[in-house]
């Protein structure tokens, strides 16, 4: 059997064509040399095909049976535009630059009329045709640069504007070549010419300029919905050279450049039709370097261009190639949704739909293409085999599929089909690792809570190695307690009451003798995985193993609910399902006699009752201000109820935290009790005591930082999500509340207790490890959003306390089925699930965020924006920590999201507390700056022209520097601006600090008059700051050094300031007469040029008109009121 290249699992879409419109351009006598298809165009309802004879045939795309046809003697149809939210209408430009604007009068089965004709481009090329998204207009654009506008008055706007007078045309703009794409959204005209874009907002008449960078040829640009850009404003996207793509905000400004040159060396996907076998290489190709001759959104997510190679599709977002097929001869592309209607040069058609590849299966199945459905599975078998295709494409359809192929002709087909067949799991299985081993003898349900109930069909087994296995974790709940009920009654005997304890009932203090039987029968000098288990003991283990399951899975679920409300309603729902959870928290011999119950059981109550007596205590003293108020009163009564807290859950087993004279002990019962991965973590542990006991010659020194080294990982240790005793609303409040306290005055054991071997004076390990293990052993108690924001604020500089954090919520969210679904999609999914499934203001939402990051880093980031504040920027420095470039992009595209007249304000409430303000400057402008070389010179001094210089994150500067702070502050920032050399930032806060001479010493090093120009110009105020300033000028050094502008060209940079323009500035402010005295004083006269003295002259004049106008305008006004007297 020969091998069938296989495609990737990184492809799931494709297109594919299902049908031939060759037919239809048949019946519409479209597909001779003389008359031809020569312009298309798609709505929800028609698809509209020009002809080079004039026509344009309307075709309604369900069955494609009802037609239109509508006549023009102007031309040839050379664009074509229909309406997009009012199928009845549709625009066509001709071949001698009219604009005809159609009404079908479909709905009212009336007769086609033209609403408007429009010679506005008569003689012209009209190359771009678009409408407006809410009212009935059409943008045109034309071959030298003209957008007009043409707003239609037709009967249904009859009522709405019968008040208004319409202008029927209105020239939009001039741009300066060629039009090469229009288009339009949410008041805003995007404008794509061969040399840049333009932003125009029709409605207010103002525009914007796309880029500082001009381009050459046929590019494209597009809007992308804001509902798809996940933000509150639409995104535009335009096309660069070599297959570049600009992401810019609704306001115009470049956000990032998208490179995709290298991304397409990939080989390209085939297109499945019927008229060809799909081919696959899988040899890649070189990188290609294209330009986009226009950009169209398709579907939800994603830009669809083209060249004369193929069509390539993107997923800008993410930027990513979701594929690109190899369809030559493309003349132009209409689309709807999904559906692309490519136009050939030879005048045919094509009809693709892109699709996931399961459904293409599916759809090729319904139309019973069977050989074509079969190689397309072979091809796509990796996409199929993941679960959510084997949702749509089950494995009876796969079979269905091949008892219709031929043996005789498809026999390689269905070897392959077989080979697809057997690697489809169902879909019950494999789900996750945990359903996925169990075996076929088992079946579950799945309960409200959604814990997953296994029933089990080997219930007459008692060996030791059923009991060892799974299987024993398949019986109902019930069924597996009575189990375990009579097992204990037949090994009591020989082991003791004392060895089924689990690890919530095991106590230091009751009955020694039944520990020193434990002993005997569990000898602690063989290696745990050595040891054999009795059958007790290995129930012990599986029944622990699914009560800690349940256990997660409840405390999970209560946490996504969120208030305690919700909570209660849950358990009073189910409160059977609770009672039994309950019953296996508490301890793991379910049903006793009373006097067992006297010797076995631990002092659970007395010891939470001494918990709830102290707590109490702790609460009504912290109602004292006096030591509320008084930090060393209160951190006092927090030790003293910390202490009691220690004693308490001191006898729970939980990551080799336990007392140091029981730690043998303990680790051997309850080592029965941990699943695999607990093991795993145990005996880790006991291997590094072991080597710490063997090193005990070693000073202590060595000892105290192979202690802090080993704890000190974030990831060591299991979390405790679940409280081991069952613990009242009132007194689990209170305890959250005095675990937040210790967290947040840092008031935490001094002591692990799991290092039993080092010195009492070496168990003082810094702040951040014990607040690691106390996040890890009271996870359970913590309100984890106040949580959250104490350690943002106390643990800035210890990235091992937030990371602790994220491993606990992690440990929570591990068993949501969003957070398990997010494990296999892309970052469309994830942000869709995240969005759909998780509550905003869920304290597990940062979980989910982390997770998605880890995924995709800085692309899941730009994301995060529509989650604030849920997320905040706080939330996601800390999330890259270690990329600050990351965390700086985002809060830049964060406050890009705002309105313009919002973002200082925004910025403003950003800022909690005031001292992120410097880390965000300093952030701001040591990131995507120039080089400190191009700004300052060896002096210290800018270097002319300097300020002119590109930053990244200028704006985010310049907002930064405008928002009100102390004086203290403000000098701090103009330090910083001043070191980077960003002298834009530098000049306004020496306005704002009143250092007016240090801002003008330094507008003279930097040589541009245009910053003394204009209503934002530094222009001296005194006679004192303009002899400064001339003063300046005559001492600075004259050497000529050539300054390139920003674009290199040495004619076209800023114009130099020197005496002559500095003084015009000053005639212009002060009057040639006192400006020439000024000049006189300094000794600056000789210097002036004719120029000056013309200028003088012609400001006198000026000056003296000036004059006699406003004392004829008051002669008049005085007449005026003498005559009303009068």
Known sequence: MTSV????????????????LDPLLTALRLDSSRLK???????????????TGGGLHLVQKDGWKQRLFLSHREGAISQIACCSHDDDFVAVATSQGLVIVWELNHERRGKPERVHVSSEHKGRKVTALCWDTAVLRVFVGDHVGKVSAIKLNTLKQAKAAATFVMFPVQTITTVDSCVVQLDYSDGRLLVSSLTRSFLCDTEREKFWRIGSKERDGEYGACFFPAKCAGGQQPMIYCARPGSRMWEVNFDGEVLSTHQFKKLLSL????????????????AGGCSQSLAFPKLLHLSEHCVLTWTEKGIYIFIPQNVQVLLWSEVKDIQDVAVYKNELFCLHFNGKISHLSLLSVERCVERLLRRGLWDL??????????????????????????????????????????????????????????????RSSISSHESFSILDSGIYRIISSRRGSQSDEDSCSLHSQTFSEDERLKEFASHQEEEQPEQG?????????????????????????LPFNIPLPFRSPSPLMSLQAVKESVSSFVRKTTEKIGTLHGSPELKETFESK??????????????CPVEEDPEEKKISQPPEESRLEELTAVTAEAMTKLLDPLVLFEPKSLRMVLREWLSQLEKTFAMEDFAGISSTSDLPVNSSVDVHCLSESEKRVLDEDSGEETRVSSGAEETSGQIARESVSGLGEPSSGIFRVCPPYTIANSLQKDLAELAALCLELNVLPSAVESSGHVDGALQQLPPEILACHFLKKYFFLLDLKRAKESIKISYTNSPYVWDTLIEGLKEMASCNPAYVEMEKGDLSTGLQLL?????????????????????????????????????????????????????????????????EDQRPSFLEFLLQPESLRLDWLLL?????????????????????HSHLLSWGYSQLVLLLIKLPADFTTKEKMADICRSYGFWPGYLTLCLELERRREAFANIVYLNDISLMEGDNGWIPETLEEWKLLLHLLQNKNARPVPQESLNGSLSDGPAPLNVESVALLLAKAMGPDRAWSLLQECGLAPELSEKFTRTCDILRIAERRQRALIQGMLEKCDRFLWSQQA
């Open 5 to 20: 290249p296989v495609i990737p699992d990184t492809y799931s879409h494709v297109l594919a064509e299902f049908e031939s």
């Open 37 to 51: 298809c020569a312009s298309v165009a798609a709505s929800r309802k028609w698809l509209a095909l020009g002809s």
């Open 267 to 282: 080989p390209p996907l085939p297109v499945i039709t019927a008229r060809a076998e799909p081919q696959y290489d899988h």
């Open 373 to 434: 459905a079969a190689r397309t599975c072979c091809l796509f078998q990796n996409s199929l085999i993941t679960s959510r295709a084997r949702k749509t494409l089950t494995a009876d359809k796969l079979e269905h599929l091949k008892s219709q192929l031929d043996l005789a002709i498809c026999s390689e087909l269905i070897s392959h089909l077989d080979e697809l067949i057997l690697k489809f799991e169902p879909l019950d299985s494999a789900c996750s690792s945990r």
């Open 497 to 521: 009451c004392g060895a089924s304890r689990n690890k919530d009932s095991v106590s230091h203090s009751p009955v020694p003798s039944e520990m020193d039987k434990t002993e005997a029968f």
């Open 574 to 587: 189910d409160a059977e399902q609770a009672h039994e959870e309950e019953a296996r928290a508490d301890a």
């Open 835 to 899: 969005d759909a499934l998780v509550p905003s203001d869920s304290p597990l939402l940062i979980a989910f965020a982390t997770r998605l990051y880890d995924r995709f880093g800085e692309s899941a980031l730009r994301a995060f924006i529509k989650f604030h504040p849920s997320i905040s920027p706080s939330d996601i420095a800390q999330l890259c920590a270690h990329h600050p470039a990351q965390f700086l992009a985002y809060l830049d595209s964060l406050v890009k999201s705002r309105p």
């Open 924 to 944: 701001a402008v040591s990131h995507d700056a120039p080089p400190s070389t191009s700004t300052v010179d060896d002096e210290g001094h800018p270097r002319p």
